[in-house]
């Protein structure tokens, strides 16, 4: 028996919660609607501006700038290690010119000795 007055109490306090929400909600509704008019009636006129952002468009922005940077790290390194690796693979005592083709993407290197001229002069 109890526990059907107290299920009934509490249906009655939710009741009286909703009506009072109800009606502050209905007493709040034309300052509501006279806001919504003023801002429908400014983005009309042009006093406000909409700003809509494009996520989509700013993703593939940010995607080809980076895509952009990526190569170079690795290009520079092996422009800086071919001279390198031609003196080290040709020896110690020779001399290399290293040229690239743009167009083929092939490399020629051109080695000349460096202790041939000074081996002659002390003979």
């Keep these: 028996m109890q526990d059907a007055q107290a299920q009934?109490?509490?249906?009655?306090?939710?009741?009286?919660?909703?009506?009072?929400?109800?009606?502050?909600a209905t007493v709040a509704m034309p300052?509501?609607?006279?806001?919504?008019?003023?801002?429908?009636?400014?983005?009309?006129?042009?006093?406000?501006?909409?700003?809509?952002?494009a996520l989509e468009v700013e993703r593939a922005a940010r995607r080809?700038?980076?895509m952009q940077v990526a190569?170079?790290?690795?290009?520079?390194?092996?422009?800086?290690a071919l001279p390198g690796d031609?003196?080290?693979?040709?020896g110690s005592a020779k001399l290399?010119?290293?040229?690239?083709?743009?167009t083929d993407y092939t490399c020629h290197c051109r080695v000349q000795d460096l202790a041939a001229p000074y081996m002659n002069m002390h003979a």
Excluded: N
């Design 64 to 66: 080809a700038s980076i």
């Design 31 to 53: 300052a509501r609607v006279e806001q919504m008019s003023s801002t429908l009636s400014g983005l009309e006129g042009g006093e406000i501006k909409l700003r809509v952002r």
């Design 86 to 90: 031609c003196l080290h693979a040709r």
């Design 96 to 102: 290399s010119q290293c040229f690239c083709h743009q």
């Design 8 to 24: 009934q109490t509490f249906l009655l306090e939710q009741v009286r919660k909703q009506a009072i929400d109800l009606g502050q």
């Design 71 to 80: 190569p170079l790290p690795p290009l520079l390194s092996y422009a800086a």
